[in-house]
Structure formats: C-alpha cells, structure tokens
C-alpha cells in the first residue's frame, strides 16, 4: 500500500535541498567535522545512481555519520545541534539515503542505538509547523517502515521508539491544519504494518484513535457530544463532494484515515468491543458509507466493518447495533448501485450474509433487547405493538437481573438536546411496562424511573410531555387499589 507522499511535507523537502549550507564554515566553527563534510559532498546534489554507489561502498561511513561512531564520534545532528539549517537539511538528506539506498536502513538499525540521534529532536518545539520534529518523524517513519518489511531489527528499540513517535504525530491530527493532519496519518499508515505496532497504536489511543475519529466524525457531520445524523441517517450520498465532505474535511484525508483504521481493525479480537464502546464506531460506519461518493473509500469501509464483526467475540455486541443503526437495509441498497471493484463486492456480499444470518435468527424480543442494550432507541415496530408488551412485559423486567429497564433507565437520564425522540421512546416502553405488569411498579421505582418520568412531564418537547404524561397516567391507574 503506497500513498503519494503530502504535498507541504514534499514542498518543504523541496525548499531544505535548495538552500546553501556554508559547510567550510560549519568546519571552521566546528560544527561538523572534516570527515562529517566529506561524506555529506560526496553524496549532496549528485544523481541517485551515483549516490547509491556511494553509499553501498561505505554504508558503515554513512551510518557513523547519522548515529555516531563506536569509538565516541558524536552524530552530526549532536554535533549542530545549535545549528537549525543545518539540522535540517541533515534530516532532508537521511530521508534522501534510505529512500534511495534501502540497504542502508537495515545498516542503521544494526546500530546499539538506532534511534538515539533522531528522538529528541521529536520535542524540538511545540510548534506544529516547526520543520525539525516534521522532518524527524518522516525519517522515522520511513525507517522503521523498512524495518517491519523486511527482517524485524531493533526489535525492543522500535518498541520503545513508537510510543514517542506516535505521541508527536497525534499533535499533527489534533491540528486544525488538514496538510499537517494528512502527513501524521501516512506517517501512522506505514508504521502499522505489525501486529506490536497496532497493539501500541492501540494502547495509545487517547492520543491516536480519539483524533482520527474525531475527523471521521466530522466527515459524517456529527460531533462528538451530538451523533443523532449518524443513527438517524439523515445525510445522503448528495452531501458528499469531489472537494470534501461536511466539516470541511478533503476526500484524500477521509480515505487515509479510513485505511488506517482499516490497518487497525485487523486487531479486531483486541479493539473491537472497546472501538464501539468508546467511540459507537458501527454507527458512525454506516453513515460514511451511505455518504462515500466513491468505490475506493465504500471499499475500505465494509472491508473494516468485515474485520470487526468477523471475530465470535465481537459478533454478540456489533451485529445487534449493526441491526439496530440498519446497516441491512443500507447493504441492500448498495447492491442497487453499478459497482465494479471485485473487493468491494466480496466484502459487500460477506456482511450482507453475516447480518441476513444473525436476524433471521432473531425473535422481536432480540431486537427489542438489541435496540436498547445498544443505547438508542428508535420508533421500530415493537414500541407500538400491543401484542408484543403483553408477551414480553414481564420478560424485560426480570430477565438477567433487570439488565433491560437498567439501561432503560440509563438511557432516560440523558439529556438527548438534539434526539428528544428518544426520551418520547423511552416513556412509551414506561407506559407499555406498568399497563402490563402493574405488579412490578416498585421496581421501576427503586430505579429512579418513575421520578424521571415526572420529571419530563415539564420537557421543551410536546412528543416527550405527552408520552411521559401516559407513562404517568398508566402509575396513576393502580395508584389507589
């Protein structure tokens, strides 16, 4: 998987190599040494093929020059370390050599300390534009890249590398600056080709997944605190553009996001349950999908939604929010449309088959159950049905320890600002609950639920005042037997 590298992080590589180093002063100054100024002209502003042999004679020189010498010679990045421009044009030039060299990187990582150079400099400065921990972390990045491709080296030095790495890059995606957002996210793309290395992304996800997320978000026009578009699915393919989704946020870094998550979702045993309790990633999926305007980012989304709901330990906790945000009937349009990418259909057809298989096994009282163990409640067939409550009643409130009016509960101590809806819902199954099992008031009670329904007899919303005044009246009906 290789993406064009980021058009700023280009251009500023670009502008480095183009300007003069007064290297005999550096000399003079003893910024550099002779021997440090000889190995920088023999490779600086010459053809590639001429720096690839260059190189290959006398890869040990090139390694000493970078990460320091066994006998105490110092790295030239120590040794400048006063010296920004030169600093920079240095890390300009280590990029340039593993690129065109690759056998050097596995002669850099055969260092006792490959890293050592290169990790303060991450924390250079605060400043998410300085070029220093820029240029640093794209070194990095292409390092330890090539180093989980070919043989692993440095094994317990990338381990203790990475976290550091990835905490700079967060501090890219947290940014306001889509360029700089879009740089982390390759960057985190081509460190993730490992099991360690998503294990750790993983571990660090206050700092790595939170972000990302935050911009998918973004992406499907929901915010963090306010997510009723993507379980209502009230946007279509018709908001998304050539030149962005909502937020502002540009198709390119949609689908580089997107394929890093699709990377991490290959850990699905490990992240699964926690990704979709932390961040109700199945909804949010869904509703990029009904938005994605083209096969490439449609393609990474059902092959993510696939790793996740693939594991047997994941399948009882997503494939009934899966029903419940419904992704079924989404599927069924997708196959609707001309698609033409083999994938893609493949994956397509794999989810519609993994979900056709859960609900067919599934009684109303699942989906009931699903529905609200899932947090959210929508106007589905079983809140109207009569029938239904006066089969099921009794069931809901005593069935693994009252696990349903429990979270019934929980979910009417929301405010739910831009979902009243819900709160509507939530007193309708009230209602149903005493008119069917009067018996039962007391422990609807100890949980709160008749308290909190009074309360929302006084709601801004005339759906939720009127639902929970029948809630009120159906208490009130056995109030004097």
């Not at 720096?51 to 030239?76: H, I």
């Not at 329904?453 to 208490?475: C, H, Y």
């Amino acid at each position: 998987m290789s993406l064009d590298p980021p058009t700023y992080l280009n251009s500023l590589q670009n502008n480095i190599r183009a300007r003069p180093i007064p290297w005999e002063g550096a000399v003079r100054a003893g910024t550099i040494t002779d021997n440090d100024l000889q190995r920088i002209k023999t490779v600086d502003k010459v053809r590639k093929e001429q720096r690839r042999q260059t190189v290959e004679a006398d890869q040990n020189a090139y390694r000493s020059l970078l990460l320091g010498g066994g006998d105490g010679e110092k790295s030239v990045l120590e040794s400048a370390a006063k010296r920004a421009d030169v600093i920079q044009y240095m890390l300009v030039l280590a990029s340039d050599l593993i690129n065109d060299v690759p056998p050097l990187a596995a002669t850099l990582l055969d260092h006792p300390s490959p890293f050592k150079p290169f990790l303060p400099l991450l924390s250079h400065s605060t400043n998410p534009e300085d070029p220093i921990p820029l240029l640093t972390s794209s070194f990095l990045a292409t390092l330890i890249s090539a180093s989980q491709t070919d043989s692993p080296r440095a094994t317990s030095q990338i381990d203790e590398a990475l976290p550091k790495l990835y905490s700079y890059l967060s501090t890219l995606t947290k940014s306001q600056d889509s360029g700089l957002q879009d740089i982390a996210v390759q960057e985190y793309s081509a460190l993730l080709k490992t099991k360690k290395a998503r294990e750790l992304f993983w571990k660090q996800r206050q700092d790595t997944v939170n972000p990302l997320v935050d911009i998918l978000r973004a992406a499907a026009g929901a915010g963090r605190d306010s997510d009723s578009t993507m379980w209502s699915g009230g946007a279509s393919i018709r908001s998304a553009t050539e030149a962005g989704l909502s937020g502002g946020v540009g198709l390119q870094l949609l689908y580089h996001v997107l394929l890093v998550v699709w990377q991490l979702s290959f850990e699905a045993s490990l992240i699964g349950k926690d990704l979709e309790k932390e961040q109700e990633i199945i909804a949010l999926y869904t509703q990029l999908l009904r938005l994605s305007p083209k096969e490439k980012t449609t393609r990474v989304l059902l092959s993510t939604l696939v790793n996740l709901l693939k594991p047997s330990q994941n399948r009882s906790t997503l494939l009934p929010i899966a029903t419940t945000v419904r992704l079924p009937a989404l599927l069924t349009n997708l196959k609707a449309r001309h698609l033409t990418d083999e994938d893609l259909l493949e994956d397509l057809n794999n989810l519609t088959s993994m979900l056709s298989d859960y609900t067919s096994s599934q009684t109303t009282f699942d989906e009931y159950a699903s529905e609200v163990l899932a947090g959210r409640l929508r106007w589905s067939p079983p809140h109207r049905d009569a029938t239904f409550w006066r089969d099921n009643a009794r069931k809901i409130l005593d069935e693994n320890q009252a696990e349903l009016p429990k979270k019934l509960m929980e979910i009417m101590q929301k405010k739910w600002e831009d979902e009243k809806q819900v709160l509507a819902i939530a007193c309708n199954d009230v209602a149903w609950l005493v008119k069917e099992a009067p018996e039962k008031r007391g422990q609807l009670e100890k949980l709160g639920v008749k308290a909190r329904v009074m309360e929302l007899m006084a709601d801004e919303n005339e759906g939720v005042r009127w639902e929970s005044l029948r809630a009120v009246g159906e208490w009130l009906r056995y109030s004097f037997e």
